[in-house]
């Protein structure tokens, strides 16, 4: 059975950090690019980051350059988000996501979410 359970969101002040982490089960992590979403109230889902399944490559929104690292231990089966710097802004329930090209199609798994609130 898959399955993506993320955790470490949480309230924090502005200016804080969270560490969010992602623990995956039921597939083959390691052949897997895995990434963070993040969905604030009345806006549409958006790309966080992301990273290949070797972890030699990765991106970043422009909103995170800088602030965000994201990297994986592919021996824990596990993607971490460490979010620095953190701003009202970046309020938003953040998603987990596992996807892989194989034989034409795309296998996407999503976490359930984890809440993370930016505020004083």
């Known amino acids: 059975q898959v399955q993506l359970v993320e955790s470490g969101g949480g309230l924090v002040q502005p200016g804080g950090s969270l560490r969010l982490s992602c623990a995956a089960s039921g597939f083959f992590f390691n052949t897997y690019d895995m990434s963070w979403y993040r969905q604030a109230a009345g806006k549409e889902r958006e790309l966080v980051a992301a990273?290949?399944?070797?972890?030699?490559?990765?991106n970043y929104a422009d909103s995170v350059k800088g602030r965000f690292t994201l990297f994986r231990d592919n021996d824990k089966n596990t993607v971490y988000l460490q979010m620095n710097s953190l701003k009202p802004e970046d309020t938003a329930v953040y998603y987990c996501?596992?996807?892989?090209?194989?034989?034409?199609?795309?296998?996407?798994?999503w976490g359930q979410g984890t809440q993370v609130t930016v505020s004083s």
């Open positions: 990273i290949a399944a070797a972890g030699d490559s990765t």
């Open positions: 996501k596992a996807r892989r090209w194989r034989l034409g199609v795309f296998d996407d798994y």
